[in-house]
């Protein structure tokens, strides 16, 4: 049989998967907070499907319809799975002594760490980590901050913006930067507005990984635990402003970063308009990472 038309595709927060789902994979997208899952299609059939347990690091269930078997499908999922917990900054896989399928993805995991894996234990993905990301994990393990944080919530790595230009002062009189490309978008689109008389300026554009990590140490200094102050400030590596592609933009009037942002008319001016220069609202009401709604939080995401 042709492997090479099997195609594999997380259903992550949301499941807009067209034709059938099997019935156990019903039941496991059914969850009110979607489990990560991916999933392998033949013909627009799902012959196969790899998930983690509920927003954690524990691989649930690594599935391959019968038919379907010995043709590299489970790799290729968990291969992917990999590739996918990387970016959102996982450092290990834990694998459950009971988890259904678990000699296939025993012998998966064992094809690749050449050597027996035993079930209940983290399996390092160290190997497969960049270095960049095991600073990362290695913050992230002195702050505290639980390990399958980026997959529990939804959030993907970011790396520092290499390349960073001023974009002018902030509300505060301090300096910005964003990525040159991403600064260039936000002239146009604060020029734009400035044309239909609607004022727009940063609050913050571009901070850094050290910068996040300074901020989340002074917290903790100052007695707060790292679950509330996870509830308000991103883990470091996990910030859209590290990437120079975010802003925080006031009116110059609202006061900064409360939601009266949201009944302005430099917010109402960025609904319809901030698309066409780029612009997206990242977080917006219910949104699914668990993030409050920040109406004034906009990322500039062409390429
Ligand atoms: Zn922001």
């Known amino acids: 049989m042709d492997v090479g038309t099997t195609e594999i595709q997380p259903l992550w927060f949301n499941c807009d998967w067209a034709g059938e789902l099997p019935g156990s994979l019903q039941q ?28 954690s690091n524990t691989l649930h269930q690594l599935y391959v319809e019968p038919g379907h078997r010995r043709q590299g499908v489970g790799t290729r999922l968990f291969r992917c799975l990999v590739s996918l917990m990387l970016d959102y900054g996982a450092a290990g896989i834990r694998l459950q ?3 259904p399928g678990n000699s296939a993805a025993g012998y998966f995991l064992a094809s690749i760490h050449a050597g027996v894996v035993p079930t209940d234990s983290v399996i390092s993905l160290k190997s497969w980590v960049p270095a960049t990301q095991q600073r990362i994990h ?17 959030l993907r790595l970011r790396e520092d913006a290499d390349e960073l230009t001023d974009i ?3 509300c505060w ?10 600064a260039a978008a936000w002239s146009l689109m604060q020029h734009s507005a400035a044309n239909d008389n609607v004022t727009l300026l940063p609050i913050s554009a571009f901070r850094s990984i050290d910068y996040q990590t300074r901020l989340i140490e002074r917290k903790l200094a100052a007695g707060q635990d ?8 991103a883990a470091p590596g996990f910030s859209e402003h590290h990437s120079g592609r975010a802003i925080d933009i006031t009116d110059g009037i609202c006061e900064p970063l ?19 220069f780029g612009f997206y609202m990242s977080y917006p ?7 409050i709604w920040e109406p004034w939080h906009w990322c500039w995401s062409a390429e």
């Open 168 to 170: 002018g002062l902030d």
């Open 226 to 233: 790292i679950e509330s102050i996870l509830q308000v400030s």
């Open 97 to 99: 002594p009971d988890m």
């Open 28 to 55: 496991q997208l059914k969850k009110p907070r979607q489990i990560p899952v991916l999933v392998a299609h033949r013909d627009e059939v799902i012959i196969g499907w790899v998930s983690l347990v509920d927003r």
């Open 285 to 291: 009401q219910d949104n699914p990472y668990g993030i």
């Open 173 to 182: 009189q301090r300096q910005q930067k964003m990525l040159p490309r991403a």
């Open 138 to 154: 290695s913050l992230q393990k002195a702050l505290g901050i639980p390990a399958a944080y980026g997959i529990s919530r939804g």
């Open 258 to 276: 409360e939601n009266e942002f949201a009944a302005s008319k430099a917010f109402q001016w960025l609904k319809f308009n901030a698309e066409d």
